[in-house]
């Protein structure tokens, strides 16, 4: 069961690589109504085009929708007990994937303030930040930063319970509690 469900992972992590790719390729446009202004930044570093900021807010639109909906689909068809490999297992993986082949940085982050895993815990202001917001009742917080000379849109987006699968690994938390966010990191190019 567990092979499967990492198999599923890798062939959906190359559909993931090749969208984006796909994506980049084609025009730009702006993100609907949910977007949210940019933020802040440091003096040191160019402003970023608006039309970089909006293929940015674009892409984590579609990679957002893309891991949910891989993650969603991956539960609700491998997971059928706590021995199953963790819908969070699989998000870290496919993070780490995409990460290593240079694309985009993105991980899971507690919002519970009991985390699964220490290595879901906020890492900065941003993560610690995004999490309020979310708490707060947002689904998305953005901020524009500068590390390096370059400029990085950083996004966090909801992660709630979504059925009552995520209970296996959630207990005491029902469906719509919100568990966390994943956190975005793209190079505003």
């Not at 959906?12 to 690589?17: E, F, G, N, R, T």
């Not at 005491?172 to 966390?180: E, R, S, T």
Request: hydrophobic share 40%.
């Amino acid at each position: 069961m567990r092979r499967i469900a990492v198999c599923s992972a890798s062939v959906l992590a190359a559909a993931a690589v090749l969208a984006v790719a796909a994506w980049q390729t084609g025009p730009a446009s702006a993100v609907g109504a949910d977007k949210a202004p940019g933020g802040k930044g440091q003096a040191s570093a160019a402003k970023p085009a608006p039309e970089a900021v909006e293929r940015a807010r674009r892409e984590v639109k579609m990679l957002d929708d893309l891991y949910k909906t891989t993650i969603v689909f991956i539960n609700d068809t491998y997971v059928k007990d706590g021995n199953d490999v963790a819908a969070g297992e699989i998000a870290r993986e496919l993070f780490a994937a995409m990460s290593k082949k240079g694309w985009h940085d993105a991980r899971l982050v507690d919002a519970t303030g009991k985390p699964l895993n220490d290595d879901n815990a906020p890492r900065d202001e941003f993560e610690k930040t995004a999490n309020k917001k979310i708490l707060a009742g947002e689904t998305y917080y953005e901020e524009i930063q500068q590390d390096a000379g370059k400029s990085y849109l950083r996004a966090a987006t909801l992660v709630p319970v979504v059925n009552q699968k995520c209970t296996i690994c959630h207990p005491g938390h029902k469906v719509g509690d919100v568990l966390g966010t994943v956190s975005y990191k793209l190079e505003l190019k």
